[in-house]
């Protein structure tokens, strides 16, 4: 459907214009990364680089970002979507890292209400016993997060959990429940919305409080000052162009690249195949068509868990619903090639045989075939060696990895974590660190207060309230919902396209609630810089496995025409 935006405005206060784009383009971020010295460079634009940017460019320190390929590009964007909050801590007695889940799920649903949402969770069980031992969990669950709701607003608020008899079940499970069902647990975590536009709004964020970041821009080799280091040379991936920069200290956000980003900050080659100090696991969702949930479901699986901790206790595997679509995971197996040579994964991977099978023994109904998976959502994880590794078998970090290098001329620290949830963590302590070396004294960590850009004070259900009646004469209601979800207050930025492009209410992809505004936007100030880039993390129909080929040409002629 497309709509004619040229005949009449929105009621209400007129929107505030926005320009074409000008000082926001790559181009000119990565000139402004010569001159001077930075005190934080962050090498890798994921989410935990995302938020160490962020977090240093909160407390006064002047910042810089660079990314290899475009930010979220990663196994950030290659997620289940859930922000966890440590049920399966809590089920390892494990209860410090429990109690820090539940506190970074409920930041992120403070500041980042219009992308993170309450997530309801099934668990069905078949007898008694397991029945009244998740009795047991829920009332551990719930007594150990009573603050879970703290400063959230009410339709962030995550109920406490229950169990649920076989009638109520079996009406929420619809075709999952067995036959053999006797109830199930119920429970909530939180989901995103969208990650890449997390990540996405995390760097908007840094930006907005003075920060530099450029993606598409990689680290090529140390730079010096006769022998001592003084910062890396970063080349311009789209342009082959380089400029030096210069920086205090360096902070390596690159996951499982990290080692090798490492040696070439350093002047290395990088490890030897088989000499890396870590293991690595690949982890993968399944894109599966929407499967009419309404919750969550856990269903058993037959591998063991892959935290560590668990022994040969078996994992369950989730299907969530997101976004017209279900994602099943996750699955992992050990990683033996090469970071740099990993493209993905398909249908036709080796892998995914035995991860249906698993599938579909624990899921009652007709089994999911191959010819249904519409795409697979697969990163790259630090892991530990488990011994095991010729049985498929892998054991991921459950803690934060930290190494910090101080030799001749600027320190480095290498990061790396498993969870999406804990990066603003992660984030906060790695910035102390980079504080006490720099020997700055300044103000801690504000971003587990301040809201993300796009955040809004007054609820979420308001702010939709206020732009269905501002936009239903304009735009349908899905387009408005989406564009409110996507973009938080920063609506109004959107249809302000209005002032420089009579087709900005266009929908370029029929099935889509986008709007030709948003790609627009996405190239104008959101760095996009490749017609992926605005498909695949400015407008997620990449992560909906909705791309077609009129697709990518729709997005290169809006990046030709800005």
């Not at 634009?45 to 938020?51: H, K, S, T």
């Amino acid at each position: 459907m497309t709509t004619d935006a040229t005949s009449s405005q929105p009621p209400g206060p007129r929107p505030t214009p926005a320009p074409p784009r000008t000082s926001g383009s790559r181009a000119r971020a990565l000139d402004a990364l010569q001159g001077g010295a930075f005190d934080v460079l962050v090498v890798g634009g994921g989410i935990l680089g995302a938020c160490v940017a962020r977090d240093a460019a909160l407390r006064g320190l002047s910042t810089a970002l660079i990314e290899r390929d475009d930010f979220g590009s990663g196994t950030s964007s290659n997620s289940l979507k859930v922000i966890h909050g440590g049920l399966r801590h809590l089920q390892h007695l494990d209860l410090g890292e429990f109690r820090r889940s539940v506190a970074e799920r409920r930041r992120w649903l403070r500041i980042a209400p219009h992308l993170v949402e309450p997530l309801p969770v099934l668990v069905p069980f078949t007898t008694r016993s397991e029945g009244l031992q998740l009795r047991a969990g829920l009332a551990a669950n719930d007594l150990l997060s009573a603050d879970r709701n703290r400063g959230l607003p009410i339709d962030r608020r995550l109920p406490g959990g229950r169990l649920l008899d076989r009638t109520e079940a079996a009406d929420r499970l619809g075709p999952l429940a067995a036959p053999d069902l006797r109830g199930a647990a119920l429970y909530h975590d939180a989901l995103m919305y969208s990650a890449e536009r997390l990540v996405l709004e995390v760097l908007l964020s840094a930006r907005d409080e003075g920060a530099i970041t450029v993606n598409h821009a990689e680290c090529v080799g140390p730079l010096r000052d006769h022998r001592r280091q003084t910062g890396i040379l970063v080349r311009d991936r789209l342009t082959a162009s380089e400029v030096p920069v210069c920086a205090r200290c360096v902070v390596n956000a690159c996951g499982p690249w990290g080692e090798e980003v490492e040696a070439r900050i350093l002047g290395g080659s990088g490890p030897e195949p088989g000499s890396r100090s870590g293991s690595l696991s690949l982890a993968w969702n399944l894109v599966l068509p929407d499967m009419g949930l309404t919750a969550a479901v856990a269903l058993p699986g037959r591998s063991p868990t892959p935290t560590g901790s668990g022994g040969d206790r078996p994992r369950r595997l989730f299907l969530v619903p997101w976004r017209d679509r279900t994602l099943v995971g996750t699955g992992h197996a050990p990683f033996s090639g090469e970071p740099a040579g990993f493209t993905g994964m398909d249908a036709d991977d080796p892998l995914i045989p035995s991860f249906l099978g698993e599938l579909n023994d624990g899921l009652p109904g007709d089994p999911v075939t191959p010819g249904e998976i519409l795409g697979i959502h697969a990163g790259l994880l630090p892991a530990l060696s488990s011994g095991r590794e010729d049985e498929g078998h892998v054991r991921l970090r459950r803690t934060p990895g930290v190494r910090v290098m101080e030799g001749e001329g600027i320190p480095l620290i290498t990061l790396s974590t498993v969870k999406f949830t804990a990066s603003r963590r992660v984030a906060e302590d790695a910035v102390d660190r980079v504080a006490k070396l720099l020997g700055r004294s300044g103000p801690g960590s504000r971003t587990a207060d301040i809201p993300l850009p796009g955040a809004p004070a007054e609820g979420m259900a308001e702010l939709i309230r206020t732009a269905h009646e501002e936009l239903s004469a304009l735009l349908p209601s899905d387009v408005i919902d989406h564009l409110v979800r996507s973009h938080g207050t920063r609506w109004r930025e959107i249809v302000a396209w209005s002032e420089f492009d009579p087709r900005w209410a266009e929908r370029p992809f029929p099935d889509a609630p986008i709007l030709r505004a948003q790609l627009l936007h996405g190239a104008a100030h959101e760095y996009a810089a490749t017609p992926e880039d605005l498909l695949y993390r400015r407008t997620e129909l990449g992560a909906r496995r909705r791309v077609t080929s009129g697709c990518l040409d729709e997005a290169r002629a809006v990046l030709d025409d800005s």
